[in-house]
């Protein structure tokens, strides 16, 4: 006989309802900023990737095949102990009197996450008609303004729907900034646990959410490709 007494109200109302709310906002902060991040890096990436100048080319091949190849809880922990090695002095002080945790999250989120819609983009740009290119470099165009007003904006339009993905991978993955202190959905969670020994509700109340938001990610998802992509589908 189950003798756990279920109290669904601390996570409905109250200081602990709170904590959980307060940990979604930087859930959705920290998915918005690496999204954006992330875009517009793995934009830069996917076009160097496919430059015919071959040492940009393996330096780009090399970034995929390292951050897509290792984990992201190991880039977390190298950005959060590591990164005063690597980043100049005036970064570091200003990333310390801000927040650092975060900033250390967003930026292993943003440079894992990028290696993946660097891809996503460049299988939308290898879509693309060859010829599309060879008609804008006849008209005058040179290379990287073919990429940025012929190419890249054909590109992009088909790869909504991978980068939505890669959104939603983004915002699960968030979920290991709590490693380094990130007070985010998960840590709260963790935090209304140990405070009331009442992990099950604590738990699910966090599933519940990320549950609903890739709900809400995909269901707009869907209504883009049914308005853009396929307005003439029955």
Known sequence: MLKYNFDWSIVTSGKYFEWLVSGLKVTLELSVVGIVCA???????????????RPVRWIATAYLEFFRNTPLLVQIFFWYFGSYKVLPTVVNDWLNST??????????????TSAFIAEDIRSGILSIPKEQME???SAGFSYLRSMQYIILPQAVRI??????????????NSSLAMSIGVMELTYQ????????????EAFTAATVVYLVLSVIITALMDLY?????????A
């Open 99 to 112: 927040n650092f945790e975060f900033a250390a999250a967003a930026i292993a989120l943003t440079i894992y």
């Open 159 to 172: 790869t909504v729907p991978p980068l939505v993905n890669q959104f939603l991978n983004l915002a699960k």
């Open 135 to 137: 008609a804008a470099r």
């Open 39 to 53: 875009f517009i890096l793995g934009l830069l990436i996917a076009v160097l990737r496919m430059s015919h100048f």
């Open 225 to 233: 490709n049914k308005k853009v992509l396929n307005p003439h589908r």
């Open 189 to 200: 969670a963790r935090q209304v646990e140990s405070y009331t020994f009442k992990g099950f």
